[in-house]
Every structure is written in C-alpha cells, then in structure tokens.
Nanobody, 128 residues
Framework: QVQLVESGGGLVQAGGSLTLSCAASGGTFSTYAMGWFRQAPGEDREFVAAISWNGAYAYYGSSAEGRFTISRDNAKNTMYLRINSLKPEDTAVYYC?????????????????????WGQGTQVTVSS
C-alpha cells in the first residue's frame, strides 16, 4: 500500500529552524515529482515547494522563497523540507505529496490537484 509519512514537526521559537521529512513506502516514488503543502487553521491549503524526480529542479511558493529548501534522497525514499528563520505565520500542518501523473519529468507542479498520494501531515507551531 502506497504511503507517505511526515515527521519532524514541533514547537519552535521564532527564528529557529526545522527539517521536515517525508518517508515513502509501498511503491516506487523515485521517478515522480513530490511536493510540500501547508494548511493553517481557517486557511486554504498552500503550496510550499516541489521537486522533480531527480532533485534537479526545485520550485517554491512565494511565502517559501529564501527560507525554505526542498531536497530528496531517492536511495532512502525520503524527501525533506528545511525551514530557516521560522516565523509565527509559518504555523501550519505541513503535508507531503507525490504526483504520479508522469515519471522522469524535469519539472514539478504547484497545484495540489496534481498530487494523488498525501501524507497525514505534521504540525509546525512557531511561537513569537
């Protein structure tokens, strides 16, 4: 059974850093683009970052540029999101997802509807 499991969230003070992980199992994910999204209470799900199948291309949402870094290790079936200089407005549930529409594509989508497998999310809370 295809599964994504996020980890690494928690309570952090503003200005701190976190690295979120997304472990994939039950299928082959190394040939597909993957992404991170987040959802704050009362808000719509927001695109954070996405990465192509081989890690050569990375894309960031407007709120993520400069402080977020997405990466992946296909040998470990794991994707990461490093967040630096955390702000209270980064507080949200962070989700990882995989886009299995096409394999070996040198791009990645920012549209949540393009992703068909999602993790359960990990909570990130930033205190001021």
């Amino acid at each position: 059974q295809v599964q994504l499991v996020e980890s690494g969230g928690g309570l952090v003070q503003a200005g701190g850093s976190l690295t979120l992980s997304c472990a994939a199992s039950g299928g082959t994910f190394s040939t597909y683009a993957m992404g991170w999204f987040r959802q704050a209470p009362g808000e719509d799900r927001e695109f954070v970052a996405a990465i192509s199948w081989n890690g050569a291309y990375a894309y960031y949402g407007s709120s993520a540029e400069g402080r977020f870094t997405i990466s992946r290790d296909n040998a470990k079936n794991t994707m990461y999101l490093r967040i630096n200089s955390l702000k209270p407005e980064d507080t949200a549930v962070y989700y990882c997802a995989v886009d299995r529409r096409l394999s070996h594509v040198d791009s990645a989508s920012s549209a949540a509807d393009d992703y068909d497998v999602w993790g359960q999310g990990t909570q990130v809370t930033v205190s001021s």
